[in-house]
C-alpha cells in the first residue's frame, strides 16, 4: 500500500470501563486484552501495511504523553493533540489536511483507538482492499460490520448494489444510506433483512476525494483542512492552526458532517470479528469463564459465586455468594454493580466527580 | 487501686475481620473505632486506674512490633511474646505469675484487647469494684455481661445469689457455675430466666487466689506460673522459661482449665456496654448508617444500594444497585459477601492462605 496512510483517532472519554478507565486513561489505553493497551493492538494491526511515519494519530493535548508511550514506534510528531474535544469530524479534517500535506494523492485510512478485531489478517485484507478501491473509485470507502445481534448502540449502514470489481477479495457494496442507532425493534428489522450494517467508523479516501467532499459539505472543516495541509511540516505553524480553529468550531460526528449527505460512497464488508467492548458485560466475550461461570482477571477467590465479572489486577478479590456482578478495581476505586445495570456508572461518574476529592477517582 | 495490675490478653488470630485483620494483624490492630486500634483503646481505659508500669501484655512473638506501638506508654519489658499459641489459661498463668513476682498480694485484672466498651466510665468503676472485692473476698471475680440478645456465640455465666457489700456499688452476684457456648433454644432460655450473663474472659483475683486455685485444678499451670514470678525481674530468665515450657504445654481456655471447676466465683454486673464487635454485621452497631441503610467507613458512592456495610478507607467504592452486602478492602484484598454470610469468611480464607502468594492474603 504505498500511497496509504493510517490516521488513528484515539480521544475517548472513558466512562463505561470505569474505574478502570478515567478521564486521564480512557478505554484506549486499558490494558484488559493480551495485556496491551488496544492502542497498542491498533497501531500493531498496521505493522507491515503502513510504515511507522505514515500512521498519525490525533488525540486530546492531555493524553499527549501516554498516547506516545502507547505508540512507542510511532514518530512522536505524528501524534496530534487536540485543543479541546469537537467529536469526530473536526479530528478527521485535521487527519486528511495532515496527509494531504506530505502527499495530495495519498489514501489515507482513518481508524479508531478502541475496539477490538479477533481476525487480524482478515481486517489488514480489508484495509488493503479498501484503500484500492479508494484509490481507483476516488470513493468513500467505510467498513461495514454485518451485525451479530440487534445492537442498538450502533449506527447502521444499509448495503446497496454490490460492486463488481476484480481487484479484491473483500466484497464491496454501494452504501445507500447511514442511518442512527435504532430502537430494539427497527434493529431486528435490520438485522433480519440482511442488508444493514454496523458502522464501525473507519473510513478510507483519497484526501483529494475527502477535500472536495468537505468543501461540499462542510466548507469550514473543508478550510481547517486546507490550514492544516499548508503546517502539516511545520509543528509550531500546525500548533498555532489548531490553537485559533479549534476553539470556534463545532462539535459534530463525521456522520453528520458528512456521510449523511455524501454521494458516491462504497462499503467494504468487515468480517474480522470486530468488537466495540462497549461495556464491562462484553468482557463475557473474550475471557473464558471457570466452571461457575466467572470470568476473573487477577487475582480472585470465590465461594458459592456465580457468574461474574472480576478485574482484580493489583489486589485479591474474595466473593461469598454473590451473582452476576461486575467487581472491578482500580488503582483507587472499586465498581461493584449487577451485570445488568454497568449502563448507570455513568451517572455515578458524575456524582463521584462532584465530590471535593471527585478529580482522583474519574 | 494501689494494689491492681492489668494484663491485657492479646493474642488473636484475625479470621473474623479478614482482610482488614490477618495473622500478622489481628483484630486488636484494626483501627475501625475512632481511628485507634482497639488494643490502644483497651490501654487508655486504664488510665488513671492501673499506672502504666503495672500494666501487661501477653501476645504473639510475632507481634510485638506491633503491640509495642499500639501501647506505646507501657513499658517494653512489659509486653511479652508467647513463643506458641495455647490459648488462654496458659498465657493467664503467666500474667499471674508475672505480678506475683513482684507482688504477692497483688490483685491481677485479666482484660481482653480487642472488644469495646461504650461506657467507658462505668467499666473503670466495675474494675475498681471488682478489684475492692477481691482483694477482700479471697475470691475469683469475674465480669458478667447482661445479654441483650440470645447469642450463642459467647459462653454464658449463672447468676446465683447476690453478693452484699457495702464497699462497692457496682452489683455483684456469686457465680453459680459457668456454661459453654449454647445453642439457639438454651440462648433464649438464659436470655429469658434474668440469671444468666455473657462470659466476657475477663477475671480479678490476687495472684495467691490463682496460685492456689491454679494448684488445685491445674498443676502444670501452677509450676508455669512460679517459674515466671521468679524470672519475672530477669527477662532472659523469663524468655528461658516461656520457651522450655510453652512447647510441652496442652491448649487449654481458662474456661476449661480452671472456672468449670473453681469455687468462689463472684461475678460484678458488667453493666458497660460491652461490645465483642464479633463480625462485620456488627459493625451496624457503631456507625450510623445513611438514609438507605448503608454503613460506610471511607470513601463510597452508592446509586439505589441498601443495607450494605462498605469499608473503604484507602480507595473509593461505587455501588450500584446492591443490597445486604459487607464490602471491605485492606491494602492487598477486598471480601464482597452477604451479611448473612461473613461467618463464611474463615472457610475462604483457608482457600486463600494455599494459594501460591497465599501470605500476602491472610
Not at 40 to 57: D, K, M, N, Y
Not at 158 to 187: Q, S, W
Not at 313 to 334: C, K, M, P, Q, Y
Request: with cysteine; hydrophobic share 45%.
Amino acid at each position: 500500500m504505498s500511497n496509504a496512510y493510517a490516521v488513528i483517532l484515539a480521544g475517548g472519554s472513558g466512562e463505561r470501563f470505569w474505574p478502570l478507565s478515567t478521564k486521564a486513561r480512557p478505554k484506549q489505553f486499558i490494558s484488559l486484552f493480551g495485556g496491551r493497551p488496544l492502542l497498542s493492538l491498533a497501531v500493531e494491526r498496521l505493522e507491515g501495511l503502513v510504515p511507522p511515519e505514515r500512521v498519525f494519530i490525533i488525540t486530546a493535548e492531555h493524553l499527549l504523553h501516554d498516547t506516545a508511550e502507547a505508540a512507542w514506534n510511532i514518530p512522536r510528531a505524528n501524534i496530534i493533540g487536540e485543543p479541546c474535544k469537537r467529536d469526530t469530524a473536526p479530528a478527521i479534517a485535521v487527519a486528511c489536511g495532515l496527509v494531504h500535506g506530505r502527499d495530495p494523492e495519498g489514501v489515507v485510512c482513518i481508524l479508531t483507538a478502541d475496539q477490538l478485531m479477533s481476525d487480524v489478517e482478515t481486517f489488514r485484507l480489508t484495509l488493503a482492499d479498501a484503500v484500492t478501491v479508494a484509490h481507483h473509485e476516488k470513493a468513500i470507502v467505510t467498513i461495514g460490520i454485518p451485525p451479530t445481534c440487534p445492537a442498538t448502540g450502533f449506527g447502521y449502514i444499509e448495503a446497496g448494489a454490490a460492486l463488481n470489481t476484480t481487484r479484491t477479495v473483500t466484497p464491496f457494496n454501494r452504501a445507500e444510506r447511514f442511518v442512527e442507532k435504532p430502537d430494539a425493534y427497527t434493529a431486528a428489522r435490520y438485522v433480519e433483512s440482511g442488508r444493514y450494517f454496523w458502522n464501525a467508523g473507519m473510513f478510507i479516501w483519497r484526501t483529494d476525494t475527502m477535500l472536495d467532499t468537505l468543501r461540499a459539505h462542510a466548507p469550514d472543516l473543508a478550510a481547517l483542512s486546507e490550514s492544516v495541509a499548508e503546517a502539516a511540516h511545520d509543528p509550531e505553524a500546525l500548533d498555532a492552526v489548531l490553537r485559533g480553529t479549534y476553539p470556534t468550531l463545532r462539535a459534530i460526528s463525521i456522520d453528520y458532517a458528512v456521510m449523511e449527505h455524501a454521494q458516491n460512497i462504497i462499503m467494504a464488508h468487515g468480517a474480522f470479528g470486530w468488537d466495540d467492548v462497549g461495556s464491562w458485560p462484553a468482557l463475557h466475550g473474550h475471557f473464558t469463564a471457570d466452571a461457575e461461570g466467572n470470568v476473573i482477571v487477577g487475582a480472585c477467590e470465590t465461594r458459592e459465586a456465580q457468574n461474574n465479572i472480576v478485574v482484580s489486577e493489583d489486589r485479591l478479590t474474595a466473593l461469598i455468594g454473590v451473582r452476576g456482578l461486575v467487581v472491578v478495581h482500580s488503582e483507587n476505586a472499586t465498581l461493584i454493580c449487577p451485570l445488568d445495570r454497568a449502563e448507570e456508572v455513568k451517572k455515578l461518574i458524575r456524582r463521584i466527580a462532584a465530590r471535593p476529592d471527585g478529580e482522583k477517582y474519574v
